[in-house]
């Protein structure tokens, strides 16, 4: 029976050995490529042992996870990555999903998840757990609200709200009145449906407006 090829790409040396340490455990895998990122990665490919599994972190130097995600489905789209991260914020995931993860694990799932993750993802199935899957409906009920309702000006005053700057201090920036600074901030808060500048600012970061 052909073992399952993996590749495991960190740039956490002492992560990549401890997944390589527990998947050795089992005989139906054969780790065939281990990159501490990206750039190496596709090196790597190029010598032609191919892994039907990548196990890839996000936030590395030289080639980002997203990057290789893209990069994978150009040009190596059989190969299935499973994003695994220590970020659990809700853009994150989102971003990994649309650029062709077909799962997506917190660095501290267990074996047993890790396991079932690359036993579904195998079985031409996406894997995510409740926790993932609700961070993944919030942030897409989020969306609903379309960034684009926002004009460039509002987003120009949004940018300096965000910064501290004082109803007086964005006036004078853009050489308008006060008054229309805050009809301005009035008209976002209506159409991100929030009720104070707070709650503007943090649904504007939800948004990736910021």
Same mark, same amino acid.
């Given at each position: 029976?052909?073992?399952?090829?993996i !590749?495991?790409?960190?740039d956490?040396?002492?992560?990549r050995?401890?997944?390589?340490?527990l998947?050795s455990?089992?005989d139906?895998f054969?780790?065939?490529?281990?990159?501490?990122?990206?750039?190496?990665?596709?090196? !790597?490919l190029?010598?032609?042992n191919l892994?039907?599994?990548l196990?890839?972190?996000?936030?590395?130097?030289?080639?980002?996870?997203?990057?290789? &995600?893209?990069? &994978?489905?150009?040009?190596?789209?059989?190969?299935?990555?499973? !994003?695994?991260?220590?970020h659990?914020?809700?853009?994150?995931i989102?971003?990994?999903?649309?650029?062709? !993860?077909?799962?997506?694990?917190?660095?501290?799932?267990d074996?047993?998840?890790?396991?079932?993750?690359?036993?579904?993802?195998l079985n031409?199935?996406?894997?995510?757990?409740?926790?993932?899957?609700?961070?993944?409906?919030?942030?897409?009920?989020?969306e609903?609200?379309?960034?684009?309702?926002?004009?460039?000006?509002?987003?120009e005053?949004?940018k300096?709200?965000?910064?501290?700057?004082?109803?007086?201090?964005?006036?004078?920036?853009?050489?308008?009145?006060?008054?229309?600074?805050?009809?301005?901030?009035?008209?976002?808060?209506?159409?991100?449906?929030?009720?104070?500048?707070?709650?503007?600012?943090?649904?504007?970061?939800?948004?990736? &407006?910021l």
């Amino acid at each position: 029976m052909s073992r399952i090829k993996i !590749a495991i790409v960190d740039d956490h040396q002492l992560f990549r050995d401890g997944i390589h340490s527990l998947l050795s455990k089992h005989d139906e895998f054969e780790i065939v490529i281990s990159s501490e990122n990206g750039k190496d990665f596709f090196e !790597a490919l190029k010598k032609g042992n191919l892994p039907e599994i990548l196990l890839l972190d996000l936030t590395m130097p030289e080639m980002n996870g997203f990057e290789v &995600l893209i990069r &994978l489905k150009k040009k190596y789209p059989r190969i299935k990555a499973i !994003a695994i991260s220590m970020h659990d914020d809700g853009n994150y995931i989102m971003q990994s999903i649309r650029g062709g !993860a077909f799962g997506y694990l917190l660095k501290n799932a267990d074996e047993e998840e890790l396991l079932l993750a690359i036993d579904t993802v195998l079985n031409g199935n996406k894997y995510f757990n409740q926790e993932i899957s609700q961070k993944m409906i919030n942030i897409m009920s989020l969306e609903g609200v379309s960034p684009k309702k926002l004009s460039p000006k509002e987003m120009e005053i949004l940018k300096l709200i965000a910064d501290g700057q004082t109803t007086k201090e964005i006036a004078q920036k853009l050489f308008i009145s006060t008054r229309t600074v805050e009809t301005h901030r009035n008209n976002m808060m209506k159409k991100l449906e929030v009720k104070n500048t707070p709650e503007l600012i943090n649904k504007a970061a939800q948004l990736s &407006l910021l």
